[in-house]
């Protein structure tokens, strides 16, 4: 493990003889920090030190860290070694220095507002204090008693004069590997040391937050384009806020708003720097990436997630696909897209069903294929539910020039998203304060987070050092998504979501059935957003607005209302289900088994579809129907809706009649001159033929007494339609 800790050196406050130049006080602040590798979090701290114009100087750049791994067991000496080291070197003694971690470590405020409270204090060194004792507890009864605050010392941050401290440290004589927090605590539990070194704590956390054992006191305490941490028990407004121990993940949350990455008024301030930009770069120099698709269970509308795929905007010769697809019943899919487009991608790396590789190994796998071309640059993991509505996603999170970034998607109508903004004591989900504001787009940054999933983009140098385990995704008590952020959280490598952008959402897999030619049709409850982009017409929307209604007839309406994928889809799932009737009257399919005017049909109830044919009839008929019949409301209630087949050998025309409801629906399944000639449809009371169907349109008109019709012949090929008998 590497550590990362800080000492600030402070002028000691004094007058200014006459003619003197001021000094701000980020002028009188030297910021040692002890950071032996430049971590995400070390990143973090030097641009708050940056924000409130903190001085800075790195200590044991490139050196092993020998601290050991203290979250679990005591160490940290190195630290002490190192702080010794940089005090022999400093000749005034009546310098402040301030000595804190940094890799878990934000500046709430500025350098002036420190000097003050430690002034204050009266002491001349302030350790950070805490309410939890480490690493010893039976040294408890030897702390001092406080008359309101913390009693324990944390070694993480202390303030005090470099005499002070000088002569505090000048006894070590630990190894790398010793406890930093047992040598302080020692110090300072010792009456006479504690009183020559004038030692105290900040007991109320005016100077200092130690977050580990005070979580519920500490809230934020959003200013004018400023953010601070409030400790509500002892109503201070600490300067250095510290996420010691296990709470690294709950500095991560605040460290999304202290002190100024996002404020009600000025939003994200962070979001826009360290940018790599792609405007100014030739496409053949985009950083080559590798996308992994992972294919995991059934899942609906494969097909129109390859062709965004496709369509995503990054010259195809700089990406490269590795496709894991563990359903056989998506083989035609995968196959298909590849062979009418594969050759378009620098490298296909395709893995099937026959490997019989489990969630861990394919992401494992796909990971490694990244980490051992020496010309990835990142890794793009897309999952197949993914529904990437943006086709830029891709040039805007390598722009974001971060480690792991994620794009928010959510499911339609629900809260589910991507991302978890908090984990629970037990590592599972739980839901940050922020999360609703977060996906409803209400609070809009570039949020660190404590778990992704489904689709987000890695830096593939992660994947050549802190993620170089080849079996990131693996556990004995954890999904493969929740162990692999396990593994990056404990690697220090932070996580971000962006919800500056709108990106997609992300499909519902349950109660998805493969036991139909086109299973996407039963889609219309689950996934309603995705089966409306699929089958229904793109002009749709506009029909009111723009006047496509057309009235061929009296009070008969035409309109769009199917794609043409819809149509199609339609009518194979009908052929292959193939069970049309015979066309005569008894018919025991229907309530009293007898049909006065018989077609040749197939029922939606026959194939199970008569709920998701009502739930289209209410989205998409219903709303034009009150538009179009002004007063009447319906429920879109329906005895019969099937599909006919007219064919000149079969069923060519229907003899006049009335239809058995309050309004009919009846939708071209095809197109004329292209599918069959002839058709169509004639009310005979206005002498008036609509004899032009157009696929995709609806005729809707009263079915009762007024409009006595009949299909007029289809001459040649074969003609369908689907009717829909409203209301009887």
Same mark, same amino acid.
């Given at each position: 493990m590497k550590l990362a800790l800080t000492v600030v050196l402070l002028s000691a406050l004094c007058p200014r003889t006459s003619g003197e130049e001021a000094r701000t006080p980020g002028d009188q602040l030297l910021v040692l920090t002890v950071a032996t590798k430049e971590t995400d979090g070390f990143k973090r701290f030097m641009r708050t030190a940056k924000h409130f114009n903190y001085t800075v100087k790195v200590l044991g750049q490139d050196e092993e860290w020998m601290g050991g791994d203290y979250m679990s067991s005591p160490g940290g000496g190195q630290k002490v070694r190192l702080l010794k080291a940089a005090l022999d070197e400093m000749k005034d003694d009546n310098g402040i220095i301030l000595f804190v971690d940094s890799y878990d470590v934000v500046f709430a405020s500025s350098p002036k507002e420190l000097l003050k409270k430690f002034q204050q204090a009266g002491h001349k060194v302030v350790f950070s204090s805490e309410s939890l004792i480490w690493p010893d507890r039976h040294l408890e009864d030897k702390y001092p008693h406080v008359t309101e605050g913390n009693r324990f010392l944390g070694s993480g941050g202390f303030i005090g004069y470099v005499a002070n401290i000088r002569e505090m440290v000048s006894s070590w004589t630990g190894e790398d590997g010793d406890s930093d927090q047992l040598f302080f605590t020692n110090i300072y539990i010792n009456p006479e040391m504690r009183k020559s070194l004038n030692i105290t704590v900040d007991s109320k956390c005016r100077l200092f937050q130690n977050l580990h054992g005070s979580l519920d006191e500490v809230v934020l305490k959003f200013e004018d384009r400023h953010v601070r941490a409030r400790n509500l028990l002892y109503d201070t407004l600490p300067v250095v806020i510290h996420g010691n121990g296990p709470t690294k993940l709950q500095l991560n949350y605040l460290a999304n708003y202290i002190p100024n990455t996002w404020s009600f008024e000025s939003g994200c301030t962070a979001c826009h720097e360290d940018l790599r930009l792609l405007s100014d770069v030739e496409e053949s120099e985009y950083p080559l990436v590798w996308i992994g698709v992972f294919i995991q269970q059934p899942t609906p509308f494969v097909t129109v997630f390859f062709e965004r795929l496709l369509k995503l905007q990054y010259p195809k010769d700089r990406l490269k696909l590795f496709i894991y697809n563990k359903e056989v019943h998506h083989e035609p899919a995968v196959t298909s897209f590849l062979q009418d487009h594969g050759s378009l991608y620098k490298e296909v790396k395709l893995i099937g069903p026959e490997s019989q590789l489990d969630e861990a190994s394919s992401r494992n796998l796909g990971f490694d294929t990244c980490r051992k =071309?020496?010309?990835?640059?990142?890794?793009?993991?897309? &999952?197949? $539910?993914?529904?990437?509505?943006? @086709? !830029?996603?891709?040039? *805007?999170?390598?722009?974001?020039?971060?480690?792991?970034?994620?794009?928010?998607?959510?499911?339609?109508?629900?809260?589910?998203?991507?991302?978890?903004?908090?984990?629970?004591?037990?590592?599972?989900?739980?839901?940050?304060?922020?999360?609703?504001?977060?996906?409803?787009?209400?609070?809009?940054?570039?949020?660190?987070?404590?778990?992704?999933?489904?689709?987000?983009?890695?830096?593939?140098?992660?994947?050549?050092?802190?993620?170089?385990?080849?079996?990131?995704?693996?556990?004995?008590?954890?999904?493969?998504?929740?162990?692999?952020?396990?593994?990056?959280?404990?690697?220090?490598?932070?996580?971000?979501?962006?919800?500056?952008?709108?990106?997609?959402?992300?499909?519902?897999?349950?109660?998805?059935?493969?036991?139909?030619?086109?299973? =996407?049709?039963?889609?219309?409850?689950?996934?309603?957003? &995705?089966? $409306?982009?699929?089958?229904?017409? @793109? !002009?749709?929307?506009? *029909?009111?607005?723009?006047?496509?209604?057309?009235?061929?007839?009296?009070?008969?309406?035409?309109?769009?209302?199917?794609?043409?994928?819809?149509c199609n889809h339609i009518v194979e799932e009908m052929e292959n289900f193939g069970k049309w009737s015979g066309g005569g009257n008894v018919d025991t399919r229907i309530q009293g088994g007898y049909e006065n005017v018989p077609t040749i049909d197939i029922h939606m109830n026959q194939i199970n579809y008569e709920k998701e044919w009502q739930q289209f009839l209410l989205e998409y008929i219903a709303p034009l129907t009150e538009k179009m019949y002004p007063g009447y409301y319906t429920k879109a209630q329906f005895d019969l809706a099937f599909v006919v087949r007219y064919k000149p050998d079969e069923q060519p025309y229907l003899r006049p009649h009335h239809d058995a409801s309050t309004f009919t629906i009846n939708i071209a399944l095809n197109q004329l001159g292209t599918d069959y000639e002839g058709g169509g449809c004639r009310f005979l009371r206005y002498d008036c033929s609509v004899s032009s169907p157009r696929k995709g349109w609806a005729l809707m008109h009263p079915g009762r007494l007024t409009h006595y019709h009949e299909g007029l012949p289809t001459t040649a090929g074969v003609r369908y339609i689907a009717v829909s008998f409203v209301d009887p």
């Open positions: =071309d020496p010309d990835c640059e990142y890794f793009f993991n897309l &999952d197949i $539910e993914v529904v990437l509505k943006n @086709e !830029n996603t891709l040039k *805007i999170l390598i722009e974001q020039n971060l480690p792991i970034v994620v794009p928010l998607i959510t499911r339609t109508g629900r809260l589910w998203s991507n991302f978890w903004g908090a984990l629970s004591p037990e590592g599972y989900y739980a839901r940050s304060e922020d999360y609703v504001d977060i996906v409803q787009g209400r609070r809009v940054s570039v949020w660190n987070v404590p778990y992704i999933s489904s689709v987000y983009l890695m830096k593939a140098h992660l994947l050549r050092s802190e993620l170089v385990d080849p079996d990131l995704f693996s556990s004995n008590t954890l999904d493969p998504d929740m162990a692999f952020c396990h593994n990056v959280r404990s690697k220090g490598v932070f996580m971000f979501v962006t919800n500056m952008h709108s990106f997609g959402r992300i499909l519902s897999t349950e109660n998805y059935v493969t036991g139909h030619l086109h299973n =996407d049709l039963w889609q219309i409850f689950e996934n309603p957003q &995705d089966w $409306e982009d699929l089958y229904i017409h @793109e !002009n749709y929307t506009s *029909i009111v607005k723009d006047k496509l209604v057309e009235t061929p007839c009296p009070d008969v309406y035409w309109f769009p209302v199917f794609s043409e994928v819809a």
